[in-house]
C-alpha cells in the first residue's frame, strides 16, 4: 500500500488543521494506521493511531483533547484533526501503517518499527 499525507501549512497558535493520508495501491481497511511526527533534531514521534474498522483510536496522552484520528475506509482515507495548537506541535507528521496488532502492547502500537508503510510527510508550523 502507497500512502500520501497532505494538508500540512502555516497556522497561528490556537488554530485547528486537519491531516490526511491517502491509501492506494491496497484496501485501507487491511491496516492498522498512525500517525506520527518528527520536530527537527529530535526523534520521530508516536502521535494517534486507528485501527482497521476504526473501533479503537489512541492518542499520545499529551494531545488528547486536541488530536481526534479518524478513517473513512470506504474513501481509503485517514485524518488528523488537530485543534488548539501550540509552537511546540511545529513537526513533520507521517501517516504510517501496519498489518500487525496494535491492540494489545502500548510498546508495540507507539514504535515507528511497528508500521512498514510511510507516506511522505506534510510540514505543520504553528507560529506564536
Known amino acids: 500500500v502507497q500512502l500520501q499525507a497532505s494538508g500540512g501549512g502555516l497556522v497561528q497558535a490556537g488554530d485547528s488543521l486537519r491531516l490526511s493520508c491517502a491509501a492506494s495501491?491496497?484496501?485501507?481497511?487491511?491496516?492498522?494506521m498512525a500517525w506520527f511526527r518528527q520536530a527537527p533534531g529530535k526523534e520521530r514521534e508516536f502521535v494517534a493511531a486507528i485501527t482497521r474498522s476504526g473501533g479503537n483510536t489512541y492518542v499520545l496522552d499529551s494531545m488528547k483533547g486536541r488530536f481526534t484520528v479518524s478513517r473513512d475506509n470506504a474513501k481509503n482515507m485517514m485524518y488528523l484533526q488537530m485543534n488548539s495548537q501550540k509552537p511546540e506541535d511545529t513537526a513533520v507528521y507521517y501517516c504510517a501503517a501496519t498489518e500487525r496488532t496494535i491492540t494489545l502492547s502500548r510498546l508495540v502500537r507507539i514504535s515507528p518499527n511497528t508500521y512498514n508503510y510511510w507516506g511522505q510527510g506534510t510540514q505543520v508550523t504553528v507560529s506564536s
Open positions: 495501491g491496497g484496501t485501507s481497511s487491511q491496516y492498522n
